[in-house]
């Protein structure tokens, strides 16, 4: 279990605002909404991607010994476009450009890769810093143009000179025509050398090397498509077992896979459910159930899942029920009806680990979001917002009220903004630094140094 | 659903179950939603999980006439939101939403 540094409570974490990126109008464009966010396995390098297909990442500034008071700032690195949109000629239907997700490989050399995804395309990146170009060339001048050769008297031999850092990306590998339905999943294996992609109904393993070919591991779809009753919504590798992955589904399930077993992993290992109470059924109870996020643990010993209202820690070695439940918001509980007619009770959103996995987090609405402590058992509700903007002043703890008497301070459930939701959130592999993307900003957070 | 969730509304619902006569129980907070939503639309499906809804999630996505409506829904630079249409007809160009390029560098790195 990695240390990390000022590891305490939830509420023992003091948070301060660091930095916001992104458009201050509220005007907000389609393409800008950040669709997904991520930190590389050092931190140095956060990553996101929107719904215009565009991927930005940020870098790390190296720390100042004189100024001990906070944490490097993150500053764009390099900013490429990794998908366009495309149509399905077959279906008319068009193929989003939309990121889903993005994961880091492990840095091997100077060069940094990561895999990025659309509903349909995976695509391997690699981004490199270039920062010396040679020069002298015989034929040609400084600017390119070619010398008449008549006039080359002498030859020399060219030279490689400093230049400004440039940081180019260019996409290695192009995973396609593997997904009939939508990618929802990446998933970098523990060998580094495969991945596995899913969709609603399938999951793929592929080899970073091989581009032409994939091997189905999991085939839910029926032979009838009108028995169709569940789909798949997230899926992971083990951080530490290569034969081990698990994958969600919108029935609130998780099945826990080992390659060794067979070739197609239509048969779990271990089926992780919690029993039902029937008398508490309802319209809602499979829709709020279904499972938006999975994520092992650091340790590999547990996984979190998120669904509508709560987030789930199981421990692997317990399939009947979570060892923790921590209920992110459930004074929705009550406005189910109106949150499915507007749509929201399908919002999708993630949870993350801290680098010790002490401490859960996930978004919620009003662009709020929430930590767990799993040892304190505290929790708290903190705001990603520009009025909180001064750097080194610590958060200040928010509360929704509710039902009754609205305290100073509070703010009541009906007056929660659903169209400021936080769906993605990642927290610094090592460091107490979490980025919160709201719609079109991104947030970075860091603990108080003192 | 599932397991005891203890937080302030739901506790205090189940401990006024015990208390009160059956007759007099009152409704979980899922199950009057529930019924609000069955009043507005009393021809919802029984099954929420089943078919239709799974089938409408799989199918996401702009439906267009063919590639050159496609093309030349892409090439429109206009802001103008139209409606967008739902049910299983076939979009006509009007009436499709129009589509933004986005080819403009992300205000992210601004």
Redesign the interface.
Known sequence: MTEVKGAGGGNDIQWCFSQVKGAVDDDVAEADIISTVEFNHSGELLATGDKGGRVVIFQQEQENKTQSHSRGEYNVYSTFQSHEPEFDYLKSLEIEEKINKIRWLPQKNAAQFLLSTNDKTIKLWKISERDKRPEGYNLKEEDGRYRDPTTVTTLRVPVFRPMDLMVEASPRRIFANAHTYHINSISINSDYETYLSADDLRINLWHLEITDRSFNIVDIKPANMEELTEVITAAEFHPNSCNTFVYSSSKGTIRLCDMRASALCDRHSKLFEEPEDPSNRSFFSEIISSISDVKFSHSGRYMMTRDYLSVKIWDLNMENRPVETYQVHEYLRSKLCSLYENDCIFDKFECCWNGSDSIVMTGSYNNFFRMFDRNTKRDITLEASRENNKPRTVLKPRKVCASGKRKKDEISVDSLDFNKKILHTAWHPKENIIAVATTNNLYIFQDKMN | ???P??????AEETEQEKQDTPEKEPV???????A???A?YPN?GQK????DF??K??Q????????GD??MA?AKMKNKQLPSVTGDH?PTPQDLPQ??S?????????
């Not at chain 2, 969730?5 to 739901?10: E, I, K, S």
């Not at chain 2, 979980?28 to 529930?34: I, K, L, Q, W």
């Not at chain 2, 986005?102 to 601004?110: E, H, Q, R, Y």
Request: charged share 30%; hydrophobic share 35%.
């Open positions: 659903m599932a397991a969730l203890g937080t302030g509304a739901r979980p907070p899922e199950r009057a939603e529930e609000k939503l069955k507005k919802l929420p999980g089943g078919s799974l089938m999630r799989l996401k996505g702009q439906k267009y006439f063919d590639s496609y093309n892409k076939i589509r933004k986005s080819l403009v560098t992300s205000k992210l790195a601004g």
